[in-house]
């Protein structure tokens, strides 16, 4: 089972790397699997692209771009100057968020196995 989830996560990121030129993106956060906090005070440059993952934009933080999930959930408290794209995962507002761009959902993704965690920074 190890290996399937290493050959998946392997394929997407080939095809995030062979892509991702011709769709423009401006990727500064790619999280599979796994968890991942902007804290207060941080400011989180790029786009950020998540597939079974967990990420919160804590009260103070700011996500300067785009978040696109896949299966992952969102959290946020704090400042997203992008859009939000969600696919198949959860998105948390709490009273603090701030979204300046749209918000985009669709249905839940929930009881999926699960993918190792990997975490990319590109800066």
Do not use: W
């Not at 902007?38 to 700011?62: H, M, P, S, W």
């Not at 997203?80 to 696919?87: A, C, D, L, N």
């Amino acid at each position: 089972m190890l290996r399937i989830s290493f050959a998946i996560t392997s394929i997407i990121l080939i095809l995030t790397c062979i892509f991702s030129p011709l769709m423009k993106i401006n990727p500064g956060l790619i999280l599979i699997g796994g968890e991942y906090t902007v804290q207060a005070g941080e400011t989180r440059q790029g786009d950020v692209y998540l597939l079974f993952a967990r990420i919160n934009v804590a009260e103070g933080g700011k996500v300067s771009g785009t978040i696109q999930s896949i299966g992952s959930d969102l959290e946020v408290d704090g400042l997203v100057t992008g859009e939000i794209f969600s696919y198949g995962g959860e998105v948390k507002m709490n009273p603090s968020a701030r979204i300046e761009g749209s918000i985009n959902t669709t249905a839940s993704l929930h009881g999926l196995p699960q993918l190792p965690s990997i975490l990319m920074v590109i800066s």
